[in-house]
């Protein structure tokens, strides 16, 4: 039993990497990192979409409460007509 290669990368079942092998991953980060910015682009834009829905909600909710307000004075002067 030889120990002279004990710390060798192969010894651990490590692969050595080819100077292509670099080269493509290289361009597998990149193109990884490509895809992240993309999607955060993209989430950023929904973000907007639901910021700008929830101020519609809001909005509208705003509006119902103040109709319903209306209409309770109205069938409230309609009950004391009677």
């Known amino acids: 039993m030889s120990f002279n290669d004990f710390g060798a990368a192969t ?11 670099i080269v ?5 980060k ?3 990192l490509k895809e992240i910015a993309a999607a ?7 973000v ?6 929830q101020s519609d909600v809001d909005k509208l909710t705003s509006e119902n409460s103040t ?5 309770d004075n109205l069938t409230m002067q309609m009950a004391k007509r009677k």
Do not use: C, F, N, T
Not at 13 to 18: A, I, L, N, R
Not at 48 to 53: I, Q
Not at 67 to 71: D, E, G, R, T, W
């Open 40 to 46: 955060q682009g993209d989430l950023q834009a929904l």
């Open 11 to 21: 010894a651990w079942g490590e692969p050595e990497q080819q100077p292509g092998d």
């Open 24 to 28: 493509k991953d290289a361009i597998r």
């Open 48 to 53: 907007a979409r639901v910021h700008s829905v």
């Open 67 to 71: 109709l319903q307000m209306y209409i």
């Open 30 to 32: 990149e193109k990884i």
